[in-house]
């Protein structure tokens, strides 16, 4: 039989969330096995929008990303790659004078937690934006926001993991997880065994069945981003778009990078199923995001796409996080469920989840992502 290989801490799912607190983790000196069924960064973490925006937030969850904002900043420093992060700006724009009422709320809320958004109207906003179209009634820009290629930043933190000592594990299914005695023990696919005195899972849409498997089940539902990207026509859109909108369809967003492809996605969800890890592309819904895009943006109404695709990203009904202790099992922390908003959070929740692990408390307030508010009335065992 073969012997356990021991560590500090055990994590499950190798998304961004996984791959920076592995990074951050060995920073502190903590011993560390990353477990990841495909490649890092292959699922949510490496199909989403690469949009690194903290307006239009949660307000609570400002603090969070705002200490993931920073550490944006410094991925070449930190890891040697910066995965492509532009400081582009962030402008969200409406077709509604209500709309506007909202963001000038929401940027009143937001200058308590250290963020400063720009309102602008009418001919304001095409003063600075001159391609936005006509129909859009405002906007709130956020000059320190940007993109980055999602493919590349949960690669880059789990590469660098391992420089630092981390013990990378890729192409391994995780079978069973069960708490003997004061460690955890961690079965996996070919007979391999894993013991650590705390396991942190961030696995994503998947990460509903392991808590569940702990007595803490949540109502999370997978559901897939429908994105596509353009030929490469010359740069002309610097900052990342998106249209604030109580109508599903209306609510799309946009990005240029500089050697020309226009990335976009927004409008509904469509379809995901973690059993057969596969999410699906509505070809309705491409082309309904075609006819947004050319009203939010109209030089845009001649491009071709190149490219469709989706992923698996997992919401829950009041669309915040996962994140923190569990409320039955010492020892076991969650960080899942970012419903859609978890590529900008992505180093700031590793660097979080580090400290928390670390020093038994975190700087940055999580409560309200507590799993306890999903709790039954059933008293920890």
Request: aromatic content about 8%; charged content about 20%; overall charge positive.
């Amino acid at each position: 039989m073969n012997r356990a290989a021991q560590a500090d801490v055990i994590v499950v799912g190798g998304g961004i969330m996984g791959s920076a607190a592995t990074f951050f983790l060995r920073r502190r000196g903590r011993s560390v096995i990353l477990l990841e069924r495909g490649l890092v960064g292959q699922q949510a973490s490496g199909t989403n929008f690469g949009n690194v925006r903290r307006q239009g937030r949660f307000l609570p969850q400002l603090p969070l990303a705002n200490r993931s904002r920073a550490i944006w900043g410094r991925l070449g420093e930190l890891l040697g790659e910066d995965a492509e992060f532009l400081v582009s700006g962030h402008v969200r724009v409406c077709y509604s004078h209500e709309q506007i009422a909202a963001f000038e709320a929401h940027a009143r809320e937001a200058r308590h937690y250290g963020l400063e958004l720009e309102i602008l109207t009418g001919n304001a906003l095409r003063d600075r934006f001159p391609l936005i179209g006509p129909e859009a009634v405002g906007g709130s820009f956020s000059p320190h926001d940007g993109h980055a290629n999602p493919r590349l930043a949960a690669p880059a933190f789990a590469y660098a993991a391992r420089r630092e000592g981390a013990d990378v594990r890729e192409n391994i299914e995780v079978l069973s997880i069960a708490k003997s005695g004061d460690d955890f023990v961690v079965d996996a696919e070919g007979g391999a065994s894993f013991r650590a005195p705390i396991v942190l899972i961030t696995a994503g849409a998947w990460g509903g069945a392991l808590a569940a498997a702990f007595g803490e089940p949540v109502p999370l539902v997978a559901r897939g981003p429908q994105m596509a990207v353009t030929e490469p026509v010359p740069y002309a859109i610097t900052p990342v778009v998106g249209v604030s909108s109580k109508i599903a369809e209306e609510g799309i967003y946009l990005r240029q990078i500089p050697r020309g492809n226009v990335i976009f996605g927004g409008g509904s969800r469509g379809p995901a199923f973690t059993d057969i890890r596969r999410a699906y592309v509505m070809p309705r819904n491409t082309l309904g995001q075609l006819t947004q895009i050319r009203r939010v943006i109209p030089a845009l109404n001649a491009l071709r796409i190149i490219r469709v695709w989706s992923g698996i990203e997992s919401y829950l009904p009041d669309d915040i996080p996962i994140m923190g202790p569990s409320a039955r099992v010492s020892g076991l922390f969650y960080a899942f469920g970012f419903c859609g908003h978890g590529f900008q959070l992505g180093p700031g929740v590793g660097d979080v989840m580090a400290e928390l692990i670390d020093t038994g408390a975190t700087s940055t307030p999580i409560d309200p992502f507590h799993i306890r508010r999903f709790a039954r009335t059933v008293e920890p065992s």
